[in-house]
T-cell receptor
Framework: SQKIEQNSEALNIQEGKTATLTCNYT??????LQWYRQDPGRGPVFLLL?????KEKRKERLKVTFDTTLKQSLFHITASQPADSATYLC?????????????FGQGTTLQVKP | KAGVTQTPRYLIKTRGQQVTLSCSPI?????VSWYQQTPGQGLQFLFE???????NKGNFPGRFSGRQFSNSRSEMNVSTLELGDSALYLC?????????????FGPGTRLTVT
């Protein structure tokens, strides 16, 4: 069956360091992968989308890589700040016909300590 | 532009009752998706609507239903509520299939079934 896995354990890092979050998937051939941020009691907020033919994408302090051979995406936050503390979710859609149907990982909670 | 709005924000119902949740997408967005979020199962896709038609449906029982109106607003209904239906119900909108892949989530409706 299709499965998306993220580090279930919380990630604790010191302010200023780079946070790296992992998203692995099986039995998927996704056309693209997305990353969202979710704060407690709020809906997820879209951060980045990377397509299957892209290896890397950047937005300010965020960087996402996508390795379709390894079936893995890495999400990096450089120069992390306490305000980056949140749960980060990766999401996949199986194909262009499923754009509104996202399958989410369980999320990784990031805690950045000052 | 105003974001996605969901009403009500909080709801307490008794087992066996039914409930209707409402979602107003971002102006100009024509696609609406619904998700259920629980601590145990994470974010799970319920259904997606575009132009008043259901495009995709998740693996939920028939007690869960939805619809979309001509102004793109959407409602979802859960009949014969069970304790396990207690969750955060999230609505997300996007411009439409094939035009944009990221989804914009509302704040959610917190449903508690007693």
């Amino acid at each position: 069956s299709q499965k998306i896995e993220q580090n279930s354990e919380a990630l604790n890092i010191q302010e200023g360091k780079t946070a790296t979050l992992t998203c692995n998937y099986t039995n998927y051939s996704p056309a693209y992968l997305q990353w969202y941020r979710q704060d407690p009691g709020r809906g997820p907020v879209f951060l980045l989308l990377i397509r299957e033919n892209e290896k890397e994408k950047r937005k300010e302090r965020l960087k996402v890589t996508f390795d379709t051979t390894l079936k893995q995406s890495l999400f990096h936050i450089t120069a992390s700040q306490p305000a980056d503390s949140a749960t980060y979710l990766c999401a996949l859609a199986a194909g262009s016909s499923n754009t509104g149907k996202l399958i989410f990982g369980q999320g990784t909670t990031l805690q950045v300590k000052p | 532009k105003a974001g996605v709005t969901q009403t009500p924000r909080y709801l307490i119902k008794t087992r066996g009752q039914q409930v209707t949740l409402s979602c107003s997408p971002i102006s100009g967005h024509r696609s609406v998706s619904w998700y259920q979020q629980t601590p145990g199962q994470g974010l799970q896709f319920l259904f997606e609507y575009f132009s008043e038609t259901q495009r995709n449906k998740g693996n939920f029982p028939g007690r869960f239903s939805g619809r979309q109106f001509s102004n793109s607003r959407s409602e979802m209904n859960v009949s014969t509520l069970e304790l396990g239906d207690s969750a955060l119900y999230l609505c997300a909108s996007s411009p439409g299939p094939e035009t944009s892949y990221e989804q914009y989530f509302g704040p959610g409706t917190r449903l508690t079934v007693t």
